[in-house]
């Protein structure tokens, strides 16, 4: 996956989070499972970013970004702010 691939995969989990933020804020569904889809696209989004990270600190030390690879969730949920 290209920087570009996943710049254009994060926009686009954005734009679900609006959407689905939007639809809760409305009370056009339910509430849990809103709650539940929020919760497993942050979890992805946490995960694009990092990976995103990755692959630009492999690049700016002189290494293939490409060998950047996805943490898992419990790994990129615990990172300290």
């Not at 686009?12 to 056009?28: M, T």
């Amino acid at each position: 996956m290209s920087e570009q691939d996943l710049l254009a995969r994060i926009r686009e989990l954005v734009d679900r989070e609006h959407e689905l933020r939007s639809q809760a804020e409305n009370r056009e569904s339910d509430p849990e499972t809103e709650r539940r889809k929020l919760a497993e696209l942050e979890v992805t989004l946490d995960q694009c970013w990092d990976l995103l990270r990755q692959r630009r600190a492999r690049l700016d030390a002189g290494e293939s970004p490409d060998d950047a690879a996805v943490n898992s969730p419990g790994q990129v949920e615990n990172y300290l702010q």
